[in-house]
């Protein structure tokens, strides 16, 4: 199973050990399958991204439709360069991959932070459009759980540090603190992304089934 890497092989052992091999040879595939899936996942978010962004680029060379949405070769080929670079930067090694993963760190958290003093200062939008904070349907504990059923699902990715973990060189106390503070920061971008979104419109124009990305469409408009 070298095809994990070390990366993954933690889990890997932990199966192997605890389980025996049989359970540590589908741990081990599942969790290939997965992070591959994970891997194309981002590729096509990226796309995504640059549809609701700049529509005219990518609705070139269409290819089929389904489920009601349309596929265009353009799609495919940003996904597949987006692909492309990274892989090519993580081939080059983690020294390069490191810095521009640093810098796009610091690009995000500019953005995140412009973006929701921004949206504050625009015409119809502000703080009053948060409200309701609670789904009137429910009671405020049912949706605050609702959403903690499914925050693990976001949290794909904060595993690098111990992953990485064996090629640090200082305590591992500090390794602990990165850890906590990376979850800390996390939840601080996802909640202030939140609050841009939420204040930028009304919830029920937010919530519109024909505008499936909320957050790209009100921020576009706003800023």
Not at 7 to 19: D, N, V
Not at 98 to 106: D, E
Not at 165 to 190: M, N, Q, R, S, V
């Amino acid at each position: 199973m070298t095809v994990l890497g070390v990366g993954k092989s933690g889990e890997f052992a932990y199966a192997y050990i605890s389980l025996g091999r049989t359970h540590a040879f589908i741990s081990g595939w599942f969790l290939t399958l997965g992070y591959i899936c994970i891997v194309a996942l981002n590729a096509s978010a990226f796309a995504l991204m640059i549809k609701y962004v700049f529509p005219i680029v990518i609705e070139n060379f269409y290819l089929y439709s389904i489920a009601g949405w349309d596929v265009y070769g353009m799609e495919i080929i940003i996904a597949t360069l987006a692909l492309a670079i990274f892989g090519y930067l993580n081939i080059k090694g983690t020294g390069l991959t490191g810095q521009m993963q640093f810098v796009f760190a610091m690009v995000m958290v500019a953005g995140v932070v412009i973006l929701t003093i921004t949206v504050g200062f625009q015409p119809g939008a502000g703080l009053s459009n948060i409200q309701p904070l609670y789904p009137s349907n429910t009671t405020a504990f049912a949706a605050i759980i609702s959403i903690v059923a499914i925050a693990p699902w976001a949290f794909v990715g904060f595993d690098a540090v111990p992953q990485a973990a064996e090629e640090f060189d200082f305590p591992a106390k500090k390794g602990f603190t990165l850890i906590i503070l990376a979850l800390l920061f996390a939840a601080i971008i996802y909640s202030l992304m939140i609050l841009a979104t939420s204040m930028a419109a009304p919830w029920e124009a937010v919530a519109d089934e024909k505008h499936l990305w909320g957050t790209g469409v009100y921020l576009y408009y706003c800023i």
